[in-house]
């Protein structure tokens, strides 16, 4: 089966999880600073924090920016649940915005959702490629509204040569296994601002500052969310390779471009000019005469051994979000949900896997589109 993301773990990090695991601390030791200082180097942030997952990255990050009950948060409904889960643990509403045919928010519609409890907006960099930041930076900055990114497909994108991780007021990354890099489970917040990272220090380690020998105090709540060990060895190790992953991932993208772009049965995705993309993921977007017969694709290409997914359903169509903020939708978030397929793309594929994927999705879909 080849899969449409996977892990890729080399010799060099189980050497490096061994030595840990050889080793004197399994937390609370020099690996996970070391992996910070590595992602603060690659990303150009000041500061980065890592968390045991992005999901308490997220919470950690709309907590120490004062999110809270009856604040509005304009986000996409094109992610995981956990970017909005989150603030709405908070007692915070989502604003859902439309998304543009890519996946990402539509940076022209953030501007008539915004009211007066408005507290930020939440963008996600689908797939890898980065959202307009720029224009959203901009009504963020005129309407005094916090920046947060969740950036969890998108370590290693950049804009205009400008890694992704320095250009929100806080960046939370994803190193989950089918995520650019991987520590097995793991998150990371990149933020430039000092208090923030303070802030996140403490509320990842049940709000208690270490002062003088055994003397400690607990200054707020706070939580068990530190990274181990072993996962900051594999951060160290995977980072060494993230920018060769993403070339690999980069050359899988480029045949699919060239073998696709005679079809008329779906479209790609493509980059803005100066921007690259971790290729997190290869969605393309089925054709509307093919609505009908997507459930048949995909249940065709698992048959060829093929791992299809579907990303994502919108946020907003969950029984939970329904029964809480009632029924919703958005006439691009609905298209793009109807025609979206993400197919393999990653750093273990070989051109040849590529062929194959490529040969029996035109297959496929050329018996639907005789029909």
């Excluded at 960099?125 to 980065?130: C, H, L, N, S």
């Excluded at 097995?184 to 990272?197: K, P, Q, V, W």
């Excluded at 990274?227 to 980069?250: C, H, N, Y």
């Excluded at 994927?357 to 005789?370: C, E, G, H, Q």
């Amino acid at each position: 089966m080849i899969s449409y993301s996977t892990q890729c773990i080399e010799q060099d990090d189980i050497d490096g999880v061994i030595d840990i695991l050889k080793g004197k601390y399994l937390t609370q030791g020099k690996k996970v600073e070391e992996f910070e200082i590595v992602l603060s180097k690659y990303t150009g942030a000041k500061h980065a924090i890592t968390f045991n997952s992005a999901t308490t990255a997220l919470f950690s990050a709309y907590t120490v920016s004062g999110i809270s009950q009856d604040d509005e948060i304009i986000t996409t409904p094109i992610s995981f649940v956990a970017t909005s889960n989150m603030f709405v643990t908070l007692g915070a509403k989502p604003v859902w915005c439309d998304i543009k045919m890519d996946g990402n928010i539509d940076e022209e519609k953030i501007e008539e959702l915004i009211s007066p409890k408005t507290k930020a907006i939440v963008t996600v960099d689908f797939a890898g490629k980065p959202v307009n930041m720029q224009k959203i930076q901009k009504i963020a900055k005129k309407y005094d509204l916090l920046l947060i990114d969740d950036a969890s497909h998108a370590l290693g994108s950049s804009i205009n040569n400008t890694k992704i991780g320095s250009m929100a007021d806080m960046t939370i990354f994803s190193f989950h296994a089918i995520k650019p890099i991987t520590t097995s489970e793991g998150g990371a917040i990149l933020t430039d601002n000092d208090d923030y990272a303070k802030e996140l220090k403490r509320i990842r380690s049940h709000g208690i500052t270490k002062k003088e020998l055994w003397d400690s105090d607990m200054s707020s709540m706070g939580y068990n969310f530190r990274m181990t060990e072993v996962a900051g060895s594999l951060g160290v190790t995977q980072m060494k390779k993230l920018d060769s992953f993403i070339q690999k991932r980069e050359a899988i993208s480029t045949y699919y471009y060239e073998r696709f772009k005679d079809t008329k049965a779906f479209s790609t995705i493509e980059l803005d000019k100066n921007t690259i993309s971790s290729r997190h993921l290869f969605p393309i977007l089925l054709d509307k005469s093919l609505y009908p017969h997507k459930e048949e694709i995909f249940q065709s290409m698992q048959k060829n051994k093929i791992n299809v997914q579907v990303h994502y359903k919108p946020i907003y169509k969950n029984s939970f979000y329904i029964e809480k903020f009632g029924k919703v939708s958005l006439p691009r978030t609905e298209d793009f949900f109807t025609s979206e397929i993400s197919i393999p793309c990653h750093q273990k594929m070989s051109i040849e896997d590529a062929k194959y994927v490529a040969d029996t999705l035109l297959k496929i879909l050329n018996k639907y589109s005789r029909q």
